[in-house]
């Protein structure tokens, strides 16, 4: 059983959740709700939640300031907010889940399941250090990314990035000093995450950091050479794209 904390100015939003929990999520204890986050604060403090439910957006305090001003952040934390382009971008680089309202029932079971998973992988803490350091710095200029791995969470540097490859439902990391990892999710989902100004699609297979290309080749499509000598095809469809991204005329 997993104890939760629902935290939410609104009280339609969390009468709402506790009846999604209580009707189809039966390994969910809900242990309190809160309105504001002083109240968040003073709850986890006391509790000690295994997971906590907690809108982004409150008066005063919101989700995120909550969040920064607790010594100890052991559990888990499934954000539940409006769409927000920024703060969604930051959490899914720290591998925290979110859920939009109003919140689908499905979405939800998933993401108790995703968070179960992670609990076994990886000690919540450091996730939430990562997020907390996203938010402050400037927008969409994120520094790190969490990415799952067979071993449980990696932390990798955004600008370590050489480039990732499409593996059918799996995403292989290519980094400096040939360090490689492979990640359960499709290349289409970290093209919507890393920042569009440096990782460009080249290839229905391939996105790549544009400050690694050391030389572009002429062919139908053309291929780029890494500095480290690598070398990948361009596509015929994205050839004009990737020259307009290296500022080629």
Do not use: W
Request: hydrophobic residues 40%; glycine residues 4%; neutral net charge.
């Amino acid at each position: 059983m997993l104890n939760a904390i629902i935290i939410d100015d609104e009280r339609n939003s969390r009468n709402a959740l506790r009846q999604k929990l209580l009707n189809h999520c039966t390994n969910v204890l809900i242990i309190a709700e809160c309105e504001n986050g002083e109240e968040g604060i003073e709850n986890i403090e006391k509790k000690k939640p295994d997971i906590v439910f907690l809108d982004v957006e409150m008066p005063r305090m919101n989700g995120f300031t909550m969040l920064q001003q607790l010594k100890n952040k052991n559990f888990e934390v499934i954000f539940v907010t409006a769409y927000d382009h920024y703060a969604i971008k930051a959490i899914r680089y720290s591998a925290l889940d979110y859920l939009v309202k109003p919140v689908e029932i499905d979405d939800l079971k998933n993401a108790i399941t995703r968070v179960v998973e992670k609990m076994n992988i990886a000690k919540p803490n450091a996730r939430l250090e990562l997020l907390l350091e996203n938010i402050v710095s400037e927008k969409t200029k994120f520094t790190r990314i969490a990415i799952p791995t067979v071993q449980g969470l990696q932390f990798i540097k955004i600008d370590h990035i050489i480039s990732l490859e499409a593996s059918a439902n799996y995403t292989k990391f290519h980094l400096c000093n040939n360090i490689k990892y492979t990640v359960s999710k499709t290349l289409k989902e970290f093209e919507d995450m890393l920042p569009s100004d440096i990782f460009i699609r080249i290839h229905n297979s391939h996105i790549i950091n544009k400050n690694y290309v050391e030389k572009y080749i002429r062919g139908d499509g053309g291929q780029v050479v890494f500095s480290d000598g690598s070398v990948l095809d361009i596509s015929k469809r994205k050839r004009a794209e990737f020259l307009k991204a290296i500022g080629y005329n």
